[in-house]
């Protein structure tokens, strides 16, 4: 139950954070790491708090640098 509740949480915001438009991707990609991390991080803790918190800062770290990639690429694009 907790986890659907996780994920059903997650869900929204990521759907809340893809209709703003100013949103960079690295903004974007920090979020949905962070989110995605989380819930996987606590599902391989078994439901552990530093497991979730892990999971949401090693996911929010790589998300992070994802997006500034993708916006570093967009800005030379252009």
Same mark, same amino acid.
């Given at each position: 139950?907790?986890?659907?509740? #996780?994920?059903?949480?997650?869900?929204?915001? #990521?759907?809340?954070?893809?209709?703003?438009?100013?949103?960079?991707?690295?903004?974007?990609?920090?979020?949905?790491?962070?989110?995605?991390? !989380?819930?996987?991080?606590?599902?391989?803790?078994?439901?552990?708090?530093?497991?979730?918190?892990? !999971?949401?800062?090693?996911? !929010?770290?790589?998300?992070?640098? #994802?997006?500034?990639?993708?916006?570093e690429?967009?800005?030379?694009?252009?």
């Open positions: 139950m907790k986890t659907k509740l #996780l994920m059903a949480a997650a869900a929204a915001s #990521l759907m809340a954070m893809t209709g703003c438009a100013s949103t960079s991707s690295q903004d974007l990609g920090l979020a949905t790491g962070a989110v995605v991390g !989380g819930v996987a991080g606590n599902a391989i803790g078994g439901g552990s708090a530093l497991g979730t918190v892990g !999971g949401a800062v090693a996911g !929010g770290l790589v998300g992070n640098e #994802l997006g500034r990639r993708q916006d690429n967009a800005r030379r694009r252009y």
